[in-house]
Nanobody, 123 residues
């Protein structure tokens, strides 16, 4: 069992940057494919980015590609999401999740979730 705790969210102006962190405990993240999802008010949870077990492969939603970067440090048991050029439509609660298999973009593939960290982008 792995426990995930996100941090780094907050209020930022459009065009600004934030770096989210996801600290894992209980089990090493190197045994999980890791992903970030987000949920805006009144909308369904959506895929943002994912990273393979070793970090050699990454995947992004079209809406964030080129602006967001997912990375992982398995030695620190932590996954990151660097968010640049933020837009108002990026406003959401961001969730870190861990998967042991399945489609990286499908929330149902992830069996472990953090509590979420809010990101608000003001225009």
């Amino acid at each position: 069992q792995v426990r995930l705790v996100e941090s780094g969210g907050g209020l930022v102006q459009a065009g600004g940057s934030l770096r989210l962190s996801c600290a894992a405990s209980g089990r090493t993240v190197s045994t999980y494919l890791m992903g970030w999802f987000r949920q805006a008010p009144g909308k369904e949870r959506e895929f943002v980015a994912a990273i393979s077990y070793s970090g050699s492969s990454t995947w992004y939603a079209a809406s964030v590609k080129g602006r967001f970067t997912i990375s992982r440090d398995n030695d620190k048991n932590t996954v990151y999401l660097q968010m640049n050029s933020l837009k108002s439509e990026d406003t959401a609660i961001y969730y870190c999740a861990a998967s042991q298999g399945g489609s990286y973009y499908y929330y149902g593939s992830y069996g472990h979730w953090g509590q979420g960290t809010p990101v608000t982008v003001s225009s």
